[in-house]
């Protein structure tokens, strides 16, 4: 589908959870990381966490 084809293009960075309530609508990326690896191995799914490992580092302002 098209969320796999921007998967490998690069363009997806994170994934994510709409989960709003820890009681009945718990976060559960299982799934998602089980269809990434089924469907384009875990070369695409280790290069999805390293963009979004990339992401989430702080950054440094450059000295003025």
Known sequence: GRALTLLRRDL?????????????????LG?????????????????LFKRADALLQPVTAPAS
């Open 12 to 28: 997806i960075h994170l994934l994510g959870s709409d989960a709003h309530n820890f009681d009945s609508r718990r976060p559960n």
């Open 31 to 47: 799934d998602a990381v089980s269809y990434i690896t089924k469907k384009l191995g875990t070369s695409e799914l280790d290069r």
